[in-house]
Structure formats: C-alpha cells, structure tokens
C-alpha cells in the first residue's frame, strides 16, 4: 500500500504510491472536476477521498489507494494474487476472469497461473440484494450447474453468459446474473482479509533467543519500526520474484509463437 511522505514539499494529507514516483496530493472536492481512477478506470463520481499527480495527470480513489498488495482470495485458492499497478502482458492490458471485460488499469494477477482480475470484481460482496430479485443473490465463481457445458443466460439482461466468469445467483428460483447487471456502479470496496506468507517451520534459521515467552515490545521502540520494514522489505521481493516469473513466461510463449504462428493468447 501507500505510505506517508513527510519530505519537505509534501502536505500531512499527502502520501506516497508505491505505483507511482511522486507525491500524491489529497483532492479536495474531487467532484468538481471528471477525473478518473488510473487503478479502477472508474471516475470520481463521489465526495470520497482522491488523490492525484496533476504532473502526470495520476489519480487514485482513497480505497484503490488502500488496496493490498497481497490478497487471498477464494476464487483462486491456490495461489495469493498480487497487486500489479499494469499487466506484464506485452499489450499492457488483460481480460478480467471476474467479469470477462478488459483491464487497463491495476490488477490482482497470480503469474503462474494467468489469473487476474479487477479491483473492483475482486471485493464484490459474497451476497447482495437487488431490485430485480426477493431473494439474496450469492456470488459464483462459475457454473452453478453440474453440467458445467449447459448454456445459462441472464435473468436481467437475457444475454448468454459466459460459463467461466462469475455470477450472481439464486438457487432456488434459477436467477442469475452478470456481476455488471447487479453492480452499475462498481466500486473498489472491501477485500478479504490480507495473509502474508507464513515462514516455513522447517527451515535452519534460528529460534529466538528470548525466553521470556510475552515480551514487552514497548522495551525496545525501534522493534516496530524494524519489523514493519522488513515485512514491506519481504512484500517488495515476493512482488519482484512473481514479475520476473510472469515476465520469463511471456518470453517462453513469444518464442513458441515463433515457432507455431497458430498459438494464439485468450488476453489479446
């Protein structure tokens, strides 16, 4: 995430992104001009906190600015997703697994697994109530149905759907809907909750020496400090290991396209 400047030409207001190289300043009335996110391409059509570089014309709602930079999210169990302020991919876009739109803007991306989504599809609400339905409507990451090759449409838009994005839906009366039909208005919301990576229990390093079983972390006030940046120090390498992960893949592929012209990629 962000965190606060206090150099010399910065506001008590002002903070630093780690997606971008200057300060941002704290809008005030962000409504008063259209502006748009550069995280959830999505404009500033509320009075909620936004923050800019009007240098570089960068801008970023309060929320997308507090996005994790690691996320376990139960659509992808496997892996932990990582914030990317642009996708790897050489077209510097990617197609949302969420709703099947195209993302220019941030991203939760697992590099091993070609799996990314928007912010604003990644804290959509497990169930929300809508207008169109008496019932609650509960979030699927895909078919609802045993046959996961029948057809299903919209309930609001009538349109077929596609059978890998998610859905909405209520199963007891067999509605379903596009996560756009439900949610006009997207908006970067609440994630779940943030998991680093737990140490592994088996390795060599040392046990800690301290036998005191509670320590007093008051005893020693730089200990916070050195264990906040060590745990950014440990995001900012984890994040790098999965970009130059993701950035070899794309290499490898782009020699197999010159190999076998046919291949073609889902995300261009």
């Excluded at 005030?28 to 509320?46: D, G, I, S, Y």
């Excluded at 169930?127 to 019932?135: A, G, M, Q, S």
């Excluded at 390498?237 to 992960?245: G, W």
Aim: hydrophobic share 30%; net charge negative; proline share 9%.
């Amino acid at each position: 995430m962000g965190r606060q400047n206090r150099g010399t030409n910065a506001g008590p207001q002002d903070k630093q992104h780690f997606s971008h190289s200057h300060i941002l300043k704290l809008i005030v009335n962000p409504t008063e001009t259209v502006l748009t996110c550069n995280a959830c391409e999505q404009p500033n059509n509320t009075n909620k906190p936004f923050y800019g570089c009007n240098t570089c014309q960068y801008f970023l709602h309060e929320n997308c600015f507090n996005a994790p930079r690691f996320l376990n999210h139960s659509s992808h169990p496997a892996h932990p997703l990582t914030l990317l302020p642009s996708a790897t991919y050489s077209s510097c876009s990617f197609t949302c697994k969420a709703c099947d739109s195209a993302g220019n803007g941030f991203c939760f991306s697992c590099a091993c697994c070609e799996f990314d989504i928007h912010l604003q599809c990644a804290s959509c609400p497990s169930l929300i109530l809508v207008d169109k339905h008496p019932h609650q409507l509960e979030l699927n990451f895909g078919s609802p149905y045993e046959d996961k090759d029948s057809e299903y449409v919209c309930d609001i838009c009538t349109e077929i759907m596609n059978k890998e994005n998610w859905l909405y839906y209520c199963g007891g009366c067999d509605f379903a809907s596009h996560l756009q039909c439900v949610i006009t208005s997207p908006e970067v919301g609440v994630f779940a909750k943030q998991q680093r990576p737990v140490p592994n229990p088996n390795s060599n390093s040392n046990p800690n020496p301290n036998p005191n079983p509670n320590p007093n972390p008051n005893r020693n006030p730089n200990a916070r400090v050195e264990m906040i940046n060590s745990a950014n120090e440990a995001d900012e390498q984890i994040m790098a290991a999965q970009l130059r992960a993701q950035i070899a893949a794309r290499g490898r592929e782009a020699c197999l396209d010159l190999m076998t012209p046919r291949r073609r990629y889902g995300y261009y």
